[in-house]
């Protein structure tokens, strides 16, 4: 069972010699990293909430037993789906991870697409009190809309700038300010300025543009439904999916159990993933423009690897 984790800052000296790179989904990031990674002698550590989960595999588009072989790969498969994970932990093990890289000698490259975790590790996570299951179960049966207005009564700063399609990020909030009895963003505030941002100038976005991102979307999502999607998902409804809800926000899953429920077709399944996961991109661009300051680097459609890895290495000089 995996336990709460005290809430601890980032150490800038730790995070010294990292390499930081973010982005939406299907943008490139996990072939760049592999590259960059053989290239200098790194390690990748996975910034992906989802692949975090054993057994989701297919869906969160871990890398394969074959790119796990040329490249170690930390904080993938770390918890079982009926365990919770959040921030605090992804911290402690991201902490753990990059001692160890280092004490080989070799580059931590930080890779994924989660915000709050880059922004955990960058930045610092405050000191908001754990979750609170019961708390957690009575918010879950609110309607999101009702949530978002008593997010924007009491604390207008974070409504103004949370994702408030995220019903986990909403939850979360209002949660810390019943708890507190403070807003949400006075107590990040509070714990950013104690805060020393890691001395590593290598903390990249990387991007593309949009009909490019929309075609890779596309072939990815056609891809994961010829490797097995719906089986995987029909499987993992064995081991407790449907009872995490987190890992049932995850792209992909819950359209399909919704298919495997017989609410949509599978042609019509396909291409709402494409249409969730197009639109997911898009927030996500959004949140890391306004949340992190990224060096960005937009990706050519037919660039190649290796001319893109030399440039990230030109950037870490």
């Known amino acids: 069972m995996a336990k709460?984790?005290?809430?601890?800052?980032?150490?800038?000296?730790?995070?010294?010699?990292?390499?930081?790179?973010?982005?939406?989904?299907?943008?490139?990031?996990?072939?760049?990293?592999?590259?960059?990674?053989?290239?200098?002698?790194?390690?990748?550590?996975?910034?992906?909430?989802?692949?975090?989960?054993?057994?989701?595999?297919?869906?969160?588009?871990?890398?394969?037993?074959?790119?796990?072989?040329?490249?170690?790969?930390?904080?993938?498969?770390?918890?079982?789906?009926?365990?919770?994970?959040?921030?605090?932990?992804?911290?402690?093990?991201?902490?753990?991870?990059?001692?160890?890289?280092?004490?080989?000698?070799?580059?931590?490259?930080?890779?994924?697409?989660?915000?709050?975790?880059?922004?955990?590790?960058?930045?610092?996570?405050?000191?908001?009190?754990?979750?609170?299951?019961r708390l957690r179960t009575e918010l879950e049966a609110v309607p999101l809309a009702d949530l978002l207005k008593e997010l924007a009564d009491r604390d207008p700063a974070t409504y103004a700038k949370i994702d408030r399609k995220n019903p986990r990020r909403v939850i979360r909030a209002v949660e810390v300010i019943r708890l507190t009895g403070k807003p949400f963003s006075e107590q990040r505030a509070e714990w950013k300025s104690k805060v020393q941002s890691p001395k590593s100038k290598v903390i990249l976005g990387l991007t593309r543009e949009v009909a490019d991102l929309r075609g890779r979307i596309d072939a990815r999502v056609d891809a994961m439904f010829a490797r097995g999607l719906v089986e995987e998902t029909r499987q993992l409804l064995e081991h407790g999916l449907a009872q995490n809800r987190t890992a049932m926000q995850a792209l992909g899953y819950r359209q399909v159990v919704e298919h495997l429920r017989g609410e949509r077709s599978l042609p019509e399944t396909v291409e709402l993933v494409k249409i969730k996961t197009r639109q997911f991109a898009k927030r996500q661009m959004t949140w890391f423009k306004r949340q992190l300051n990224l060096q960005w680097l937009e990706l050519e459609p037919a660039g190649e690897l290796s001319s893109m890895v030399e440039q990230i290495i030109g950037s870490s000089s």
Request: net charge negative; glycine share 8%; charged share 20%.
């Open 4 to 133: 709460e984790i005290p809430q601890t800052a980032p150490s800038a000296d730790l995070y010294s010699r990292c390499i930081f790179l973010a982005g939406p989904t299907a943008v490139g990031k996990s072939q760049i990293a592999l590259r960059l990674a053989e290239k200098i002698g790194g390690e990748i550590i996975s910034v992906d909430s989802m692949q975090v989960y054993r057994r989701l595999d297919i869906g969160t588009a871990k890398p394969t037993a074959a790119e796990r072989e040329r490249v170690r790969h930390h904080l993938i498969d770390v918890v079982d789906l009926t365990e919770p994970f959040d921030a605090a932990q992804f911290v402690r093990l991201a902490n753990a991870a990059v001692a160890e890289i280092q004490a080989r000698g070799h580059v931590p490259i930080f890779c994924g697409g989660t915000g709050l975790y880059f922004k955990a590790i960058l930045e610092g996570l405050g000191d908001a009190p754990s979750a609170d299951a």
